[in-house]
């Protein structure tokens, strides 16, 4: 009795938890003329359990319990939800999302709405800048536009990036072609992210009107500016974090390095150096050394109004970043401030001009080459402390006249890079016919460069160590 008691519980639970799953069928039509809607998506909040709707905007997804949402979304209307309680047929209305459709892109020398675009094009709006706090702007656009590859040159705070719009398309030069309020640039470094509006990729023919320069794409930014008949705004933003390696190579203890040295040597008729194995414990590890949690700190500032005619806008920013190799040995430090000004000089005649400042200090390591400091960190023997008895660095005798103490090496580094640039435009836009408008711009750029090189590799190579307060460095560095 027992016994049958359990199993017809059993099955009534059994029968219970299966009626709690639907298989839920119905169809999508447009609200307003009840045609189907074919390709839409139907998934079960929360899940990747999903299906689209067919030619006749009929779907069948399985397994939905009890108050499970079903999120409905189709490009140019509302995304719905749907609670379901039961498997009855449903009859799913979707309405269009006009502010979607009726959003304005920039395409070629002038716009287009979202929803009369036939070309590739795909739009970066501020609200994601705002979200991912880049650096750069190409930090921006990386995986955030289908076809469009962002490859790091280095790790190094502030290095530049290379875009990639569909693969390599020339020879030659493979970078897009970049616009910033239909200026070229060629320097992104020069734009503060937080200033930009909104960045349009053109991937397809629609980039053609720019020329020949346009065959790896076209980047069109269109930054931040006042708006006619709005009062002065000022926004100040502030932020900030630290950075860490995600992971580090694995990479032999000091026991475990002291034991193959020795099998080495005992292989080659010689006597062991380490007779002593167990006493060398963990030893040092280099990468630990060299690593470490880096600021990142951002400060922006805008001030942006307009009158009946004209729109004006102000920007200031300072943003400085620390590496997570060798900390502030290896800062970028960037100033940017903007001024724009357009106004409606008569009737049919406009005028936009604008100025933009950028000035980049940047302190570098050796980096992605023989000799790097994360190279002399793999490389050089964890039986080495940082230091010896007397406070200087140690040498790294025995493994290779290129290798040297990594945090020697960061510790005397003093390369320094400065950069200041200046570029501004000046254009007028007369519209002598409805839908016709001629433009001529004049756009100047000017930009100055400075910085030293002092890596004391050489000196290390050389087998000299110098101690730690670096005079004798510093010294021998008067010498050349």
């Avoid at 933003?237 to 860490?244: K, L, V």
């Amino acid at each position: 009795m027992k016994y049958s008691f359990l199993i017809t519980a059993f099955l009534l639970f059994t029968t219970i938890s299966i009626a709690q799953n639907f298989d839920v069928k119905g169809t999508l039509i447009e609200g307003d003329s009840n045609f189907p809607l074919l390709g839409a998506s139907i998934i079960q909040k929360g899940t990747l359990n999903g299906v689209v709707s067919d030619f006749d905007g009929n779907f069948s997804i399985d397994g939905i319990p009890m108050n499970g949402v079903l999120e409905i979304s189709y490009l140019g209307f509302k995304t719905k939800e749907v609670i379901i309680t039961s498997s009855q047929f449903l009859t799913i209305r979707l309405e269009t999302d006009s502010e979607s459709l009726d959003e304005v892109i920039v395409v070629g020398y002038g716009t287009q709405r979202k929803k009369e675009i036939t070309g590739a094009v795909s739009v970066v709006t501020s609200e994601t800048i705002e979200e991912l706090a880049p650096t750069r702007i190409e930090e921006a656009l990386q995986g955030q536009v289908a076809g469009v590859n962002i490859t790091a040159t280095s790790g190094a705070p502030g290095s530049a990036s290379n875009i990639r719009i569909r693969g390599i398309a020339t020879n030659g030069n493979n970078q897009p072609l970049i616009l910033v309020d239909g200026n070229v640039v060629e320097d992104l470094s020069v734009i503060n992210p937080s200033d930009i509006e909104s960045i349009s990729v053109l991937k397809d023919a629609t980039a053609g009107i720019y020329g020949v320069r346009a065959a790896n794409g076209v980047i069109l930014i269109t930054t931040k500016t006042g708006r006619k008949n709005s009062e002065l705004k000022f926004d100040y933003n502030i932020s900030g974090g630290f950075q860490e390696t995600t992971r580090k190579l694995n990479v032999l203890n000091a026991t475990e390095y002291g034991l193959l040295v020795n099998e080495a040597h005992a292989n080659n008729g010689e006597s062991l150096p380490f007779p002593n194995v167990g006493s060398l414990g963990e030893g040092t590890d280099w990468q630990d050394e060299v690593f470490t949690n880096a600021i990142k700190l951002s400060n922006d500032f805008m001030m942006r109004g307009g009158t009946e005619k004209s729109t004006y806008s102000f920007s200031a920013s300072l943003l400085t970043q620390d590496g997570i190799v060798g900390g502030n040995k290896s800062n970028f430090t960037r100033y940017n401030s903007r001024l724009s000004f357009n106004t409606e000089l008569f009737e049919k005649v406009k005028l936009k001009s604008g100025v933009t400042y950028a000035g980049v200090t940047n302190k570098g390591l050796a980096q992605n080459s023989l000799g790097s400091v994360l190279f002399n960190a793999l490389n050089n023997a964890p039986t080495f402390a940082v230091t010896d008895d007397n406070g200087d660095f140690t040498l790294s005798e025995g493994t290779g006249g290129e290798v040297i103490n990594p945090v020697a090496q960061i510790a005397d580094a003093n390369n320094l890079g400065k950069t200041n640039k200046i570029s501004g435009f000046f254009g007028l836009d007369y519209e002598f016919m409805k839908n016709f408008s001629a433009q001529a711009n004049i756009q100047f750029n000017y930009s100055e460069v400075e910085g030293r090189v002092l890596n004391p590799v050489v000196f290390y190579g050389a087998g000299k160590v110098f101690n730690k307060d670096r005079s004798e460095y510093v010294e021998t560095l008067n010498k050349f």
